[in-house]
């Protein structure tokens, strides 16, 4: 007898509490305020889009990377390009020494992918580059310099074609 009861008054019970809950979700977004749906003015990772990085200076759209941070980069890597260290065959590809089908596997906003070698930068150009933040680092991928999120290897921003600058 007891089994009959619990097995109607555990669903019932169930029903009640779910119907009696309140809409907590659809009252966020009306009670905040917020002029559209979509906005995405103040959104951490929207910085930079109106020309603004987060340090006060202006970035032409790239969320971290500044324009002495590109140029800094472009003299100290230009010569080593130039001077190829590449192999013949590759050297031919301008691809900054990567093998066929390896260049460019990687996108601004997403994970870097696992099979993507990456590099740690020379310890005078980090030094030159600055800090780039508490999680963050600083990577080689092919020619391009790449600042990705450590935890998730998220591709924040890059300095792209360091052997075509």
Not at 12 to 28: D, G, I, N, Q, W
Not at 37 to 49: A, I, L, P, T, Y
Not at 118 to 133: A, H
Request: glycine share 12%; with cysteine; aromatic share 10%.
């Amino acid at each position: 007898m007891q089994k009959i009861v619990l097995a109607f008054l555990a669903p019932a019970f169930a029903l009640s509490m779910f119907l009696s809950s309140p809409p907590v979700s659809a009252e966020k977004w009306r009670d905040e305020g917020h002029p559209g749906r979509h906005s995405h003015e103040g959104k951490k990772w929207n910085k930079g889009k109106d020309g603004k990085n987060h340090r006060g200076g202006t970035s032409h759209g790239h969320y971290y990377f500044d324009d002495r941070q590109r140029a800094i980069a472009h003299n100290y890597y230009a010569p080593r390009f130039q001077r190829g260290h590449c192999p013949p065959g590759l050297a031919k590809k301008y691809n900054g020494c990567m093998p066929p089908g390896q260049a460019k596997r990687w996108r601004t906003g997403y994970p870097l992918p696992r099979e993507v070698v990456f590099y740690d930068l020379p310890p005078v150009l980090l030094q030159q580059l600055g800090n780039p933040g508490p999680g963050y680092r600083y990577v080689r991928v092919a020619a391009d310099i790449l600042l990705i999120a450590m935890g998730t290897g998220m591709v924040i921003d890059a300095i792209q074609d360091l052997n075509g600058m």
